[in-house]
């Protein structure tokens, strides 16, 4: 079975660091692009940062600088490197594949997420 | 990175026709992608592709394109169909940015 599976959100304080994990399994990670994409309660999804299979990283204006994308290939892994968090960063963070191929830029799939709050 | 805009919410009852609509001025150049999403779950790929509809999801729902506006419709609509919806699409800088999403209420 295709499967993202997040791990590490929790509590931080302003300013805090925090990293973020997604195992994948079911698939040949490596052949795959990389996606965060994050929903604070109540609002829409927002686009966090990419990872392409040949390690380039793509980040919005929101978050660069502070969050850091990298992938293990030999751990099937996934993270998310997140500095200088702010109370705006509350929110669930999700872990989702780019399909490529015939579905080339859509999100084919997702995990289930994980929560971080930031707060004091 | 450009925006995509939907609106809010729209209203149907069952078994009508629901029009969620996503306007974007890139979106004549890249295609569009559209996400269900239930309360509490990670969404759901419907629409790739403007009009492409992966297996698995009911022939009802149905995706076009016409400039700078791509439409997701949602032909007799379920109760199950009862969810958030997105679209999303990509630019050339590698963003990929998200519509604000349509809350679709089946009456």
């Known amino acids: 079975e295709v499967q993202l599976v997040e791990s590490g959100g929790g509590l931080v304080q302003p300013g805090g660091s925090l990293r973020l994990s997604c195992a994948a399994s079911g698939f040949t990670f490596s052949s795959y692009d990389m996606h965060w994409v994050r929903q604070a309660t109540g609002k829409g999804l927002e686009w966090v940062s990419a990872i392409g299979t040949a390690g380039d990283t793509y980040y919005p204006g929101s978050v660069k600088g502070r969050f850091t994308i990298s992938r293990e290939n030999a751990k099937n892994s996934l993270y998310l490197q997140m500095n200088s968090l702010r109370a705006g960063d509350t929110a669930v963070y999700y872990c989702?594949?780019?399909?490529?191929?015939?579905?080339?830029?859509?999100?084919?799939?997702w995990g289930q997420g994980t929560m971080v709050t930031v707060s004091s | 990175s450009y925006e995509l805009t939907q609106p809010p919410s729209v209203s149907v009852s069952p078994g009508q026709t629901a029009r969620i609509t996503c306007s974007g001025d890139?979106?004549?150049?890249?295609?569009a992608y559209w996400y269900q999403q239930k309360p509490g779950q990670a969404p759901v790929l419907v629409i790739y592709?403007?009009?492409e509809r992966p297996s698995g999801i009911p022939e009802r729902f149905s995706g076009s394109s016409s400039g700078t506006t791509v439409t997701l419709t949602i032909s007799g609509v379920q109760a199950e169909d009862e969810a958030d919806y997105y679209c999303?699409?990509?630019?050339?800088?590698?963003?990929?940015?998200f519509g604000g999403g349509t809350k679709l209420t089946v009456l």
């Open positions: 999303q699409s990509a630019d050339s800088s590698g963003t990929y940015p």
């Open positions: 989702a594949r780019r399909g490529g191929g015939v579905y080339l830029n859509a999100f084919d799939i």
């Open positions: 890139a979106l004549p150049k890249q295609y």
């Open positions: 592709k403007d009009s």
